[in-house]
């Protein structure tokens, strides 16, 4: 078997255990609750433990990768997520499930800077769109299988499981990444890790995640909230002036002069806002609307991961072939439409209504992502590869962020002005889908900024 496809392989590992850890904790969210006797704003850490990690060490740890090499940053990331995993099935407290999930995000953030880099590195350009469509397959079955496994798993054998069952695959892939991944022909002599960048970095995205995390629940308004923002506006500026001056910065900022590579993240971006805008509502429509139960809701929004899990393979080969930037902006085309359609879904609307509108997301989403993906991943130079993969996850992420603080935004305030009463649900719903669909709107903009030459 040639190396690009063993090398995939072992990637698929670790992005799947990473992919699939963040949605598998969603459903156990009520009986950890219970478990542990706490309130859902406190549980609710266990998750946004997870994502606040990953998003605020993306850049640094993709920088740190293409220093010591992808291999090392790869393996030790698959041995702290199965650690990290251990640890959160025997605490014993919320706080310590917490802590633990900021060594297993830790682990996923090393998975996620390090693992499209080595496909990358590993196949050939004229292949990399269908190297980046395979690694959506995965994304989206992780992303699918996520509550359906942890549903079963918690009512049979109970939350612990969800955790424990990635000790075995954890350890597996460990040692296949160490007996199959190439060593990185680094060129480390004299390289140093830029800190004042990383640490003024951090603490301004990790001020911005939790302003737009706990803005809803604090007020906007508040002292609290207005404070995070300010920390995450003068260290931003200050991170700024440390790289246009540094010798080995965390990130070059010329390369967002690169047409390419600064428009496929801004599309990238405004995409995850608008998608998880649709994955924030859509769970409140379908229960408290149509009455779905949890297990019916649970089938109709596979239809996404479904969609996309098809499609994203067939969109790599051929962005491979045509045009990257049309695959890509048809695609973002697409799911800008389907955002708009669900704004318009009533209480009369059926299964199927419902799960053709998600379809159709997850199409749009499926055409959008590896071609955009493979545009950054072909931007800049290969022994960069590792912040290319950082600037990457660190705008799918910001945007999953963003996304849900908007349209939740959206939807209260527009709640409030139909009349705050029962009947003001479908207006409000209606107005932050149409919100959404804007947002989409601006990235297929965006999108089409880009050189319409095909990436080489």
Not at 151 to 175: A, D, E, H, K
Request: charged share 10%.
């Amino acid at each position: 078997m040639e190396y690009k496809w063993k090398a995939m392989g072992v990637v698929w590992i670790g992005i799947f255990m990473a992919t699939l850890d963040g949605s598998i904790v969603n459903v156990a969210l009520p009986t950890l609750t219970t478990f542990f006797n706490t309130d859902i704003t406190t549980i609710e850490w266990v998750v946004m433990a997870y994502l606040l990690t990953i998003t605020s060490l993306l850049l640094s740890l993709g920088r740190i990768s293409d220093m010591v090499g992808r291999k090392i940053i790869f393996s030790g990331g698959l041995a702290l997520f199965t650690i990290g995993s251990g640890l959160c099935a025997i605490s014993a407290t919320e706080g310590q499930l917490i802590l633990f999930r900021v060594i297993q995000g830790f682990g996923a953030a090393l998975l996620m800077a390090t693992g499209v880099a080595i496909v990358t590195h590993a196949f050939p350009p004229r292949e990399r769109g269908k190297a980046m469509g395979l690694i959506g397959t995965v994304v989206s079955i992780g992303s699918m299988v996520g509550p359906v496994m942890g549903g079963f798993l918690i009512q049979r054998v109970g939350w612990q499981s969800i955790f424990y069952i990635n000790l075995p695959v954890g350890i597996i892939g460990t040692v296949m990444a160490l007996k199959i991944l190439q060593k990185d022909e680094t060129n480390n002599k004299g390289q140093t890790f830029d800190i004042p960048g990383g640490l003024t970095l951090f603490i301004s995205l990790i001020s911005l995640l939790i302003a737009l995390s706990e803005g809803q629940e604090k007020g906007w308004g508040s002292d609290f909230i207005i404070s995070l923002f300010i920390s995450s506006i003068v260290f931003f500026i200050i991170f700024v002036r440390i790289e246009t001056t540094a010798k080995q910065p965390v990130l070059d900022l010329g390369h967002f002069k690169n047409r390419q590579f600064a428009a496929a993240n801004i599309s990238a971006l405004i995409s995850f806002m608008a998608m998880f805008s649709v994955i924030l509502l859509m769970p409140f429509y379908l229960q408290d609307e149509l009455g779905y139960s949890t297990e019916k809701m649970g089938f109709v929004f596979m239809a996404v991961p479904l969609v996309m899990s098809v499609v994203s393979p067939l969109s790599g080969w051929l962005s491979d072939r045509t045009n990257s930037y049309f695959l890509s902006s048809l695609g973002i085309g697409i799911a800008a439409l389907s955002i708009l359609s669900m704004g318009y879904l009533t209480l009369d609307s059926s299964f199927t209504e419902v799960a053709l509108r998600l379809s159709f997301l997850g199409l749009g989403m499926g055409l959008f992502q590896p071609p955009n993906n493979s545009i950054i991943m072909g931007s800049l130079p290969k022994e960069q590869l590792g912040i290319a993969a950082g600037v990457m996850g660190t705008m799918r992420n910001m945007g999953m962020v963003i996304g849900v603080a908007v349209s939740g935004a959206v939807f209260s305030n527009r709640f409030v002005f139909y009349g705050n009463n029962e009947g003001s649900f479908l207006p409000a719903f209606r107005d932050a889908y149409i919100v959404s669909a804007i947002i989409c709107g601006i990235a297929v903009l965006v999108s089409l900024v880009r050189s319409k030459s095909k990436i080489e």
